[in-house]
Structure formats: C-alpha cells, structure tokens
C-alpha cells in the first residue's frame, strides 16, 4: 500500500548521529568528526587514542559506531561491548552502544542477540532518542515481546512471520502463492532482491495499532522488509522491494512508484474503471487534478483515489510505450525523464487519459 523512503536500520542510525551532551573529555574531538560524516576520520583517530591510553567509553562508542555506519560490523563488535562494559551505570552511552550492537548483530544475520541488545537498550531508558530506535527497530523487525506467539514461516523467498491471532489460516497456501507472485513480478522486472524478504502478516489494523505500528501495509524496501494486513493484494508490497532491487531507480516518484505497485498487484482489476467509479461514488468529489501535478505532488489527491489513478496511468504508459520503455524510463522516475523516454507521444497520452478519467 506505501513504501517507507527510509530504511529501519537506516533511519535509525541517521536518529543516533546527534550526538548527547558531554563533559570535556577526548572524545570531543571524535563527536566533532562523527557530525560530519567522516567516519574514516573517527575511526582512525580513536584506534590511535585507544592506543595511547587514552580510553574511555564515548571514544569506544565512537568507533564502534563510525564502524557501523561503515558496514564493518565485525569490526565494530569490541568496540560496541568495551562502551557499554566502561558505562555501568547504563547512561546514555551504554544506551547507544546497545542500538548499535543491535544493528550489527542483525545485519550480521545474529536476530536473536539483535533483539536482546535492542531491549536493553530501551528498558535503561537513558535517552529519548536511543529508546525510541531500540523499540522502533523491535517493532518494525518482529523481535519485542509483543511477537512471542507469532509463528516463523520460511518459503523460497520470504522469511514470514505470522500473528498468532489469524484464525483459520494456512501458512502453506500464503508462502505458496506469494512466491508464486514472486516468481511472477521478477520475470516481468528482469530481476530481485538478492535476500529473502522478510514478511510480517497482522490479523489486522487493530492488532498493529496494539503495538504502535503505523497504518498497513507498507514496504522498506532496502531493509528487505514488508508489514501487511491480512486481505490485502499479493503483489503489491512485493513490487516495492523487487522494484526498487531490479531497477535501482534513482529518482523515485508517488504516482510511478505506487502506480506500477498497483498495476502488478496480481488482481486483474480494471484500475481505470475503478479510479472512474470510485470518483464518480464519492460524496464529496475529489478535485480534478492534472497527471502533471500528481506527478510533482502525490499528495494532492487522497489514496483512495491516487492509488488506482496511479495504477491506471502506469498500465496506459506500458501499454502504449510497451514494457521495455517503461523500465527504460522508470530508473528516473521524474515528469522531465518521461518526456525524454517518450517524447512528444506523452502528452498525447496525457490529455486522452485525463479526458476518459474525468468523463
């Protein structure tokens, strides 16, 4: 239903650059060259602090953070335990290296410590903002308590987690048709993901409001990640993340990327005719808004009524262009790449759509 721009992880380490309050101390220095981004820098001024006795927790935290966002997440192990071992107090840096050991166990394929580092960090409660990533990166990847009666499932694909509330469920018919979709949308892009995605099934709405999760279904798909409700389309979660690991788009846009989300969701509805009847239902009529200006802002129809647009539009573009121009153009995802790729035919295509859309 939407893609989250930001990764979990990502997101989560980009919260953890402020940098908490200090007293003077060695480590200053470091905090200074983490805020900017040189994390080479950190690195290789702390290794020669810790070498010249010069030890403390912020300069271990330092390090081992810098190597985390460096994805030398071995490499960042001692570092991350020494922080914590020289803060027994469970202070703000001991937080912080927990978040981080947390990330680097996870992307090291280590889910259950992942989970473990991640719930000491959040029970010390030292610090808004390392709290908050601790129970974000719980919740989002399926590791708090809240999921202890949810059931692991692992197809050819996908690594599901199911909620323990779904009744009268079969795990083999999902995992089976969902690879099947799979095999279905990769064809159709060329390519995928190079690791199974990891898949998280609510009951519904009201179980995910339960644990703090925003609205379902929604993909990140650098994290390989996908949250769903169950009812909702096979294909269209799945899109985002094979999408976005086939093409590598580098400009992404709501009305394409959510458009070819719908239009390969697997459903065989007519989106144009479901974008007409719904508009043509709505008590309060949706305005009457321009292809181009959905283009520039996805925000200005509501998504009841943007998402089949989308999904029509981008049907009519493979339909007229054909499928190899569409993946052409859709790694520049931007109004100006379209008029490249399709030339003077997209405007053309552009009045006669808007024209049967708002008939």
């Given at each position: 239903?939407?893609?989250?721009?930001?990764?979990?992880?990502?997101?989560?380490?980009?919260?953890?650059?402020?940098?908490?309050?200090?007293?003077?101390?060695?480590?200053?220095?470091?905090?200074?060259?983490?805020?900017?981004?040189?994390?080479?820098?950190?690195?290789?001024?702390?290794?020669?602090?810790?070498?010249?006795?010069?030890?403390?927790?912020?300069v271990n935290l330092a390090v081992g953070r810098s190597l985390v966002h460096l994805d030398k997440f071995d490499e960042a192990f001692p570092y991350l335990k020494r922080a914590a071992e020289l803060d027994p107090q469970k202070n703000w840096v001991y937080?912080?290296?927990?978040?981080?050991?947390?990330?680097?166990?996870?992307?090291?394929?280590?889910?259950?410590?992942?989970?473990?580092?991640?719930?000491?960090?959040?029970?010390?409660?030292?610090?808004?903002?390392?709290?908050?990533?601790?129970?974000?990166?719980?919740?989002?990847?399926?590791?708090?308590?809240?999921?202890?009666?949810?059931?692991?499932?692992?197809?050819?694909?996908?690594?599901?987690?199911?909620?323990?509330?779904?009744?009268?469920?079969?795990?083999?018919?999902?995992?089976?048709?969902?690879?099947?979709?799979?095999?279905?949308?990769?064809?159709?892009?060329?390519?995928?993901?190079?690791?199974?995605?990891?898949?998280?099934?609510?009951?519904?709405?009201?179980?995910?409001?339960?644990?703090?999760?925003?609205?379902?279904?929604?993909?990140?798909?650098?994290?390989?990640?996908?949250?769903?409700?169950?009812?909702?389309?096979?294909?269209?979660?799945?899109?985002?993340?094979?999408?976005?690991?086939?093409?590598?788009?580098?400009?992404?846009?709501?009305?394409?990327?959510?458009?070819?989300?719908?239009?390969?969701?697997?459903?065989?509805?007519?989106?144009?005719?479901?974008?007409?009847?719904?508009?043509?239902?709505?008590?309060?009529?949706?305005?009457?808004?321009?292809?181009?200006?959905?283009?520039?802002?996805?925000?200005?129809?509501?998504?009841?009524y943007s998402y089949p647009v989308a999904g029509a539009f981008v049907g009519m573009l493979v339909e007229n262009g054909g499928k190899e121009k569409f993946l052409e153009f859709f790694v520049d995802q931007s109004f100006g790449h379209a008029q490249e790729?399709?030339?003077?035919?997209?405007?053309?295509?552009?009045?006669?759509?808007?024209?049967?859309?708002?008939?």
């Amino acid at each position: 239903m939407r893609i989250l721009m930001a990764g979990v992880l990502f997101f989560l380490l980009m919260v953890g650059m402020g940098v908490q309050a200090q007293e003077v101390g060695p480590a200053d220095a470091l905090w200074e060259i983490y805020k900017q981004g040189d994390f080479e820098g950190v690195v290789l001024q702390g290794k020669a602090m810790l070498i010249t006795d010069n030890e403390t927790a912020q300069v271990n935290l330092a390090v081992g953070r810098s190597l985390v966002h460096l994805d030398k997440f071995d490499e960042a192990f001692p570092y991350l335990k020494r922080a914590a071992e020289l803060d027994p107090q469970k202070n703000w840096v001991y937080a912080w290296a927990q978040v981080y050991l947390g990330i680097s166990h996870f992307k090291t394929g280590q889910e259950k410590r992942a989970g473990q580092a991640w719930i000491l960090a959040r029970d010390c409660n030292a610090t808004r903002n390392a709290t908050r990533s601790a129970e974000n990166n719980l919740n989002y990847l399926g590791l708090s308590e809240f999921f202890e009666q949810w059931k692991s499932f692992e197809s050819e694909h996908f690594k599901f987690r199911f909620s323990g509330r779904l009744q009268d469920f079969n795990r083999v018919d999902f995992a089976r048709s969902h690879d099947q979709a799979y095999g279905i949308i990769t064809k159709w892009f060329g390519g995928g993901p190079d690791q199974k995605i990891r898949f998280l099934l609510w009951s519904s709405q009201e179980e995910a409001d339960e644990a703090g999760m925003p609205t379902m279904g929604f993909s990140r798909p650098e994290e390989y990640l996908t949250h769903a409700v169950l009812g909702q389309t096979v294909g269209h979660e799945m899109t985002h993340i094979i999408s976005r690991h086939a093409m590598k788009p580098t400009v992404i846009s709501g009305l394409i990327n959510e458009g070819v989300a719908v239009h390969m969701d697997l459903t065989g509805r007519d989106q144009m005719q479901r974008a007409i009847n719904l508009m043509a239902e709505a008590k309060v009529k949706p305005l009457k808004v321009s292809i181009p200006a959905l283009w520039l802002d996805w925000s200005l129809l509501p998504d009841l009524y943007s998402y089949p647009v989308a999904g029509a539009f981008v049907g009519m573009l493979v339909e007229n262009g054909g499928k190899e121009k569409f993946l052409e153009f859709f790694v520049d995802q931007s109004f100006g790449h379209a008029q490249e790729v399709y030339g003077s035919d997209l405007q053309t295509w552009i009045d006669d759509f808007e024209k049967e859309l708002y008939q």
